[in-house]
């Protein structure tokens, strides 16, 4: 099992330091061609003008309120 460890300390090491050097000498990308892909390069849509029942926090509250009955009931 230790021989396991060490093998995945030095993949790991190995990962890590190249990660690092190819970032080090890659030139960044413009913003403009991040737009869609990286959360902060991209306009958020707004649900404002959606019904209830097209929003995320309603259909959270669906599955968390089904889940609480069917644990209520699994205890029995």
């Known amino acids: ?5 060490f093998r995945a300390l030095w993949a790991w090491i190995i990962c890590v330091t190249v990660t690092v ?5 890659t030139t ?8 869609g892909l990286v959360m902060g390069c991209t306009e958020l ?16 509250g669906v599955v968390a309120f089904v889940f609480v009955v069917c644990r209520s009931f699994s205890g029995r």
């Open 1 to 5: 099992m230790a021989e396991n460890m």
């Open 21 to 25: 050097v190819v970032s080090m000498f």
């Open 28 to 35: 960044p990308k413009p913003e403009s061609e991040l737009k």
């Open 45 to 60: 849509p707004s649900e404002g003008d959606l019904a209830l029942y097209q929003r995320p926090i309603f259909w959270a």
